[in-house]
């Protein structure tokens, strides 16, 4: 079928022209095709043009939208070229120059043109760290080229990375210092309490660090080494991480240690680290494993205040003394009662305050009934040998840290259950117990104060889960303390989120992917632009006080083909990498 066109001359010589719908149709009797006129459109002359034009357009949408293409009002093609997300990125963005993180650096590091590449590239790791932690290495070839839609980090190459994290870790201390500061401030942040808790973080490594003769490697001690591990790996080498958080989780500061470092030696270090922070009337509170009598000491100094829970089974006068005085239980809530115990006389009296959770109490007797009967099963099956010696089953059950506690051994190697230790644990069933120096707190204000440094344990979970602190590809200490706080910086823009949303992170993140930023081509212009915002999108921005993005990002009236995503070559130069 096809637009025919005839014509014929008047009288006076005027050739006139004819639009007909025609059709080539076959014509047995003659042998041949023949036309076959459709409909007449009448004299050219005499036409609108225009009905002919929206035919035509009407023809070709159809045409092009049944083989998947997009088709403008005029007829023209509208070809998309890519879409990535740019939702979360946006509001990442807005938080980093809320709290002044660019001008913080840039006042530590200076303005050279140089040092702004890098100021970038430290953005680029935070918010690679919170959208979709992987490694420095894949950050920069594959995640920041064709995952998201990021202008600032255009040109970014990979030893600007490697040179933001060591710009990171030289201004450390006056970075986290004036960004707390920022946070304080723009968050209304409650300061009276410090959370401070540490964790382990192992490595897939087989030898500890050994100390370096760079000069360098001077100003750190060698950091991956063996032990006491908190998730189970004493088999590795490891470093030992330090986290100081506000009551709102909003994380104050960050340490590294050797992986060899006892918990009660960094009290210490933290506090002196802390002097001068403007933090108020502060509170620091700690678990078990920061309490000692020196630690006690150094925080006393400069009137300062500390609540740490201690140790029950250590045989001191916590365990002789506290948990064994008699007294009234006075109930907080359902899942809390409380017993103040004053042990001594005078400036060397210690006050402590023993906490009773009837509930968790409950739980654990179940659950060691249910270990007691499993274990009566296990020992009516062992296979009795010769006193001399234990069958391998015997000897797991004796090691086991879940059964050993309840086993005993007589004379001639049997084992049995060992109903003193099982009474002896029925003492500590749902109790821990708290001290502190301030007077000024009640018994009530103790042991919630210290129920609140699960605080820091929900940090860890999130920086071990969502934020993936580990594995760690770096081995250079200073990479690697960079690589913690890059991690931390992450913690922060995700609790100001939450605490604005009142929602988790995951479930923010989940709505603002759906903001993406689409690049198409129409009439040989390339458009990069903002897709719709949703209703419930919109309110969320409202909720975190961040202004909408931009609708329309870039126009090019001739692409070129450094504005299109591509994937680079891999690095050759091999110093760059092998510093990390």
Same mark, same amino acid.
């Not at 007589?410 to 109790?431: H, T």
């Given at each position: 079928m096809y637009l025919r066109t005839t014509q014929r001359r008047n009288s006076d010589g005027k050739v006139v022209r004819y639009y007909q719908l025609a059709e080539n149709t076959w014509d047995a009797a003659k042998g041949c095709a023949v036309a076959r006129v459709v409909y007449n459109f009448g004299r050219a002359d005499q036409l609108d043009r225009? &009905?002919? =034009?929206?035919?035509? $357009?009407?023809?070709? $949408?159809?045409?092009?939208?049944?083989?998947?293409?997009?088709?403008?009002? *005029?007829?023209?093609?509208?070809?998309? @070229?890519?879409? +990535?997300?740019?939702?979360?990125?946006?509001?990442?963005?807005?938080?980093?120059?809320?709290?002044?993180?660019?001008a913080i650096l840039k006042q530590q590091a200076g303005a050279k043109r140089s040092t702004l590449r890098l100021l970038d590239a430290i953005f680029v790791?935070?918010? *690679?760290?919170?959208?979709?932690?992987?490694?420095?290495?894949?950050? +920069?070839? =594959? +995640?920041?080229?064709?995952?998201?839609?990021?202008?600032?980090?255009?040109?970014l190459e990979l030893h600007h990375l490697y040179l933001g994290m060591d710009l990171l870790e030289n201004h450390k201390e006056a970075i986290e210092?004036?960004?707390?500061?920022?946070?304080a401030d723009l968050m209304n942040a409650d300061v009276d309490l410090i959370f401070y808790d540490t964790t382990s973080l192992h490595f897939e490594v087989d030898e500890e660090d050994q100390a370096e003769l760079g000069k360098r490697e001077r100003r750190y001690p060698a950091q991956r080494k063996r032990g006491h591990s908190k998730n189970g790996r004493d088999d590795a080498p490891q470093i030992v991480i330090g986290l100081a958080v506000t009551r709102d989780g909003l994380p104050v500061r960050s340490w590294v240690f050797p992986g060899n470092t006892a918990d009660v030696t960094t009290v210490e270090r933290v506090k002196n680290d802390l002097r001068g922070w403007r933090l108020g009337r502060c509170v620091f509170v700690g678990d078990a494993g920061m309490n000692s009598e020196e630690n006690r000491r150094a925080l006393s100094l400069g009137a300062g205040k500390y609540i740490l829970a201690t140790k029950m089974r250590a045989g001191d006068e916590v365990t002789r003394e506290v948990l064994t005085r008699p007294g009234r239980y006075r109930t907080v809530k359902d899942n809390l009662r409380v017993k103040e115990v004053i042990v001594g006389d005078g400036e060397r009296a210690n006050r402590y305050v023993v906490c009773h959770n009837p509930v968790e109490e409950e739980r654990q007797r179940k659950h060691r009934e249910g270990l007691v009967t499993q274990l009566e099963l296990e020992l009516g099956s062992l296979r009795q040998l010769d006193g001399t010696r234990h069958s391998k089953r015997a000897c797991e059950l004796r090691t086991?840290? $879940?059964?050993? @506690?309840?086993?005993?051994?007589?004379?001639?190697?049997?084992?049995?259950?060992?109903?003193?230790?099982? @009474?002896?644990?029925?003492?500590?069933?749902?109790?821990?117990?708290? &001290?502190?120096?301030d007077d000024t707190l009640t018994p009530t204000d103790l042991a919630l104060g210290y129920k609140q440094l699960m605080r820091v344990e929900q940090c860890w979970r999130q920086l071990k889960s969502g934020l993936r602190l580990r594995p760690v590809y770096h081995y250079r200490p200073w990479r690697i303390h960079a690589h913690v706080t890059i991690t931390v910086l992450g913690l922060l823009l995700e609790r100001i989120i939450e605490i604005r949303t009142g929602d988790t992170w995951r479930n923010v993140l989940d709505k603002l992917q759906t903001i993406k930023v689409v690049e198409y081509e129409h009439d040989g212009v390339r458009v990069r632009q &903002?897709?719709?915002?949703?209703?419930?999108?919109?309110?969320?921005?409202?909720?975190?006080?961040?202004?909408?993005?931009?609708?329309?990002?870039?126009v090019q009236s001739q692409p070129d083909s450094q504005h299109v995503k591509t994937k680079p070559a891999r690095p050759t130069d091999t110093a760059t990498t092998d510093n990390a």
């Open positions: 225009s &009905t002919l =034009q929206r035919l035509a $357009r009407s023809i070709l $949408r159809v045409v092009q939208e049944q083989e998947g293409q997009l088709v403008s009002q *005029n007829g023209t093609v509208i070809q998309l @070229r890519d879409a +990535w997300p740019f939702g979360g990125l946006w509001v990442l963005e807005q938080l980093w120059k809320e709290l002044g993180i660019d790791m935070v918010a *690679n760290r919170t959208l979709e932690p992987v490694s420095k290495l894949y950050c +920069w070839e =594959q +995640w920041l080229r064709e995952e998201v839609f990021l202008p600032r980090g255009d040109g210092k004036s960004v707390y500061f920022a946070m086991s840290a $879940r059964f050993g @506690r309840y086993l005993r051994e007589d004379e001639s190697g049997k084992l049995s259950l060992d109903r003193a230790a099982i @009474r002896d644990a029925e003492r500590y069933d749902g109790k821990w117990v708290v &001290t502190s120096n &903002t897709t719709e915002l949703r209703p419930d999108v919109q309110q969320l921005l409202a909720r975190l006080k961040i202004p909408t993005p931009p609708k329309l990002h870039d």
